[in-house]
């Protein structure tokens, strides 16, 4: 395993478990808005990793795209609390491995802003990261690579093989390939994910990621 500098993570679904606040949030939405669709659980679950303007237009096609997403972020609110945001097994302790093994740790989600704080706050995670981009950092959100390129150069890594970005979904892998960037893939979630054989590593626990990383940093 070649060594890297920068390790970025996704968020939902990949640092934190938010699939419960991205269902009832839709489901709230469905109904009080109008849509040519009603959607199940399972399939709400993939609404977590698209960019979420793209979403409200095919989900609520007669509305502001703005205007929906506004709409969420309201409906979403009150579903942040401690019984509906959850860090995986052993998340914290390899966080800080990695950190202490002086990888840079960063994240770079289509999530919004006001909502990853919540999130981060909750999950009190955030002073893990020395970079934090969001949708509301970029023009073009994932899967173009903006994001990790923008935290790239705010942590000084210029060389994309340095880098590896660490998600849970198939928008997660084609922003590696626009990036240029290695891909890990952690597949704990309730998704199928299509491009799951491309990454480069795949793991089932944060247990692995440290195991993985960690190795591999000894034997730089």
């Known amino acids: 395993m070649k060594p890297y500098k920068l390790l970025i993570f996704d968020f939902d679904g990949t640092l934190c478990d938010t699939d419960e606040v991205v269902v009832q949030g839709f489901l709230k939405l469905y109904e009080i808005y109008e849509s040519p669709f009603k959607r199940a659980r399972e399939e709400i679950y993939y609404f977590s990793g698209p960019p979420l303007k793209e979403t409200m ?72 990261f020395e970079v934090i981009i969001s949708a509301d950092d970029v023009k073009i959100p994932k899967p173009a690579p903006e994001g990790i390129f923008k935290a790239m150069k705010i942590m000084g890594v210029n060389n994309p093989a340095e880098v590896l970005y660490i998600g849970d979904n198939d928008i997660d892998f084609k922003t590696t390939v626009n990036a240029g960037v290695d891909a890990m893939i952690v597949t704990w979630g309730p998704r199928e994910i299509a491009c799951r054989n491309k990454a480069k590593y795949q793991v089932k626990s944060f247990q692995e990621i440290g195991e993985t990383l960690l190795c591999a940093h000894l034997k730089q």
């Open 57 to 128: 237009a095919i989900e609520f096609p007669q509305y502001p795209v703005e205007e929906m997403v506004e709409a969420y972020v309201e409906a979403s609110r009150a579903f942040y609390n401690e019984q509906n945001v959850a860090l995986y097994e052993g998340e914290v302790e390899t966080l800080k491995a990695l950190k202490e093994a002086g990888y840079l740790l960063g994240i770079v989600t289509n999530k919004r802003r006001e909502s990853l704080m919540l999130s981060l706050e909750l999950c009190q995670i955030k002073d893990f």
